[in-house]
């Protein structure tokens, strides 16, 4: 994926409107000269999906926000991103055990279903090229959580979370390149499902069942090396060995 940087030269800004969003982008150079910059952002204009405007039980929200900058660090460029969205999705439905209020008029009230989802990107990216030899050093963190909430009956939460670091170099001599690099990142999973009892007797009965979790946790660290070295043979063709 390739993100256009900021006019270096001067201040630009670009938005639209739509029926159910506004976005806006504003990018240019940063003070003295230091390299650019750029930042977008969108967000929901109408959240309500439905005709029952004012209800909370039936709403879309979503918003995003993407940050850039690109400057000069020791003869190379270094970029810095940031990237952060959130979503939500709200309706009302009856969950399967009261499927007989269907037949009968209130009390029985229907029951808000609740989606939500976020995730956000922070990197950062230095690249340099002295004489024959390009390096490419990035780091990274990224995290996406969801929340589900059916009827508010069941439940799951859920992240992933994921922190790397990785630095490649390359030299180069005539048609011949020799690359080599590391790269270690740990991930962190934890999913958490639960169920709450339907009626207040079953919760006043047995206060654990309100939970009865089921969750699942793992945080691996996951490192590698390798080492590749590459051949060309005309502008079509190469030839690449490595580990």
């Known amino acids: 994926v390739a993100v256009a940087d900021g006019d270096s030269a001067r201040l630009t800004s670009r938005g639209g409107l739509t029926t159910d969003a506004v976005r806006q982008a504003v990018g240019g150079p940063l003070p003295a000269g230091l390299g650019t910059f750029l930042v977008s952002g969108r967000m929901d204009r109408s ?44 309706f009302a439905a009856l969950d399967d055990g009261e499927g007989a209020a269907l037949l009968h008029p209130p009390p029985f009230a229907a029951r808000p279903n609740a989606l939500r989802w976020s995730t956000g990107t922070d990197a950062a990216r230095w690249r340099a090229r ?34 790397g670091a990785a630095a490649t170099g390359t030299w180069t001599r005539g048609s011949a390149s020799l690359s080599a690099g590391l790269d270690a990142q740990r991930y962190d999973v934890r999913y958490r499902v639960s169920r709450q009892p339907a009626a207040p007797s ?3 009965a047995s206060p654990d069942s309100l939970a009865s979790p ?30």
């Open 47 to 90: 959240p309500i999906i439905t005709d029952q405007r004012g209800s909370a039980q039936h709403a879309a929200h979503f918003g995003d926000l993407f940050a850039k900058t690109t400057t000069g660090v020791a003869g190379g460029s270094l970029e810095l991103f940031a990237f952060h969205s959130a979503d939500r999705l709200a």
């Open 130 to 163: 002295h004489g024959s030899t390009a390096w490419d050093v990035r780091a990274w963190h990224t995290r996406f959580d969801a929340d589900i909430d059916w009827a508010q009956r069941s439940r799951l939460v859920s992240s992933l979370e994921d922190l």
């Open 202 to 204: 079953a919760i006043a």
């Open 214 to 243: 089921l969750s699942i946790t793992g945080a691996p660290l996951l490192a590698s090396a390798f080492v590749e070295t590459r051949l060309r043979a005309g502008t079509r063709w190469s030839t690449a060995l490595g580990i």
